[in-house]
């Protein structure tokens, strides 16, 4: 199980960030050759991403490279230069079935070439188009790269022509169609982030809603925000306790014959258990238990 409670967005064309980016804390780090880089800078920022690909040593912290879209005219170079250095994984914007599948077969390529692994290069798609959303499931079937599925919310407001707000119920369905897939396909779904970053509160209550909706993850875009994102996606203390006592109520169970079984007066079953494994292995990912 991998960690991807934050995924953060860090501009390619920044060698002091890209330098840094293992110290901020999040699980995953972005270089970003899209959004954050103006359209006079693409071949800079690829060169400084790549030195950073070649010398700099991240640690375990996730590094993704997000390419521009396959229709612009920087992708091909994007593809061919950044591949062949082999990072975690490429973030794919605007993502669609068709796009996913040429990005394997072009991955597939340099992997051939290159001598590396197949699928070793992974692929997290983002999805930021009322197309993308209405096809993610198929997007997500399109290559086993796949191992998330990010959601970007400024982008899908625009295309939706309604206005981007805190609450993020013109969200609603887009969230909730991205994390059904994921979940039908086992991948993480990460969500779009929360863009005032002086609104700790703001933050709180978006992340604490895409937790309760079923986000693994959220992105950031700013390191302030690590912290707090992690603080809402770690376990409580009151939830580890009950896991915990869930398990050793269950190995009791077991010594009995007993496949169902009470505690605290309530019946435990397959789904309470499997909750309580899973809140542990949480638990233990992030240091919180031995």
């Known amino acids: 199980m991998k960690l991807r409670r934050t995924m953060l967005f860090m501009?390619?064309?920044?060698?002091?960030?890209?330098?840094?980016?293992a110290v901020f804390g999040s699980d995953a780090v972005i270089f970003d050759l899209e959004d954050a880089v103006a359209l006079t800078e693409k071949d800079a920022a690829r060169v400084l991403i790549s030195e950073a690909l070649k010398t700099i040593k991240y640690g375990n912290v996730e590094v993704v490279v997000r390419i521009n879209p396959l229709s612009t005219p920087y992708a091909d170079k994007d593809i061919?230069?950044?591949?062949?250095?082999?990072?975690?994984?490429?973030?794919?914007p605007k993502a669609c079935p068709e796009d996913v599948a040429e990005l394997d077969k072009?991955?597939?390529?340099?992997?051939?070439?290159?001598?590396f692994e197949h699928n070793s290069i992974k692929v997290h798609p983002l999805v930021e188009t009322t197309y993308g959303v209405?096809?993610?499931?198929e997007t997500?079937?399109?290559?086993?790269r796949i191992i998330s599925v990010l959601?970007?919310?400024e982008d899908l407001a625009v295309d939706l022509g309604?206005?981007?707000?805190?609450?993020?119920?013109?969200?609603?369905?887009?969230r909730t169609k991205i994390i059904n897939a994921c979940k039908a396909c086992k991948v993480d779904a990460i969500d779009t982030p929360f863009t005032d970053t002086n609104d700790y509160d703001g933050l709180i209550a978006d992340t604490l809603k895409a937790k309760m909706l079923g986000f693994t993850?959220?992105?950031s875009i700013n390191p302030r925000q690590i912290d707090t994102i992690h603080k809402v996606y770690a376990p409580s203390d009151a939830e580890i306790n009950h896991a915990q006592r869930v398990m050793a109520a269950k190995e009791e169970a077991a010594k009995q014959g007993l496949g169902v079984f009470s505690l605290d007066g309530k019946m435990v079953d397959l789904p309470i258990i499997n909750r309580a494994i899973h809140t542990l292995d949480m638990a233990r990912l992030m240091g919180l238990i031995d």
């Open 11 to 21: 501009p390619g064309n920044n060698p002091g960030m890209l330098q840094t980016a």
């Open 80 to 92: 061919d230069v950044i591949a062949r250095l082999k990072p975690d994984a490429i973030l794919l």
């Open 106 to 115: 072009r991955l597939t390529k340099i992997e051939e070439e290159m001598g």
């Open 134 to 137: 209405e096809k993610v499931y």
């Open 140 to 144: 997500i079937k399109a290559s086993p």
């Open 151 to 153: 959601l970007g919310g």
């Open 162 to 174: 309604v206005k981007r707000t805190k609450a993020s119920d013109e969200l609603l369905y887009a």
């Open 217 to 219: 993850g959220k992105l």
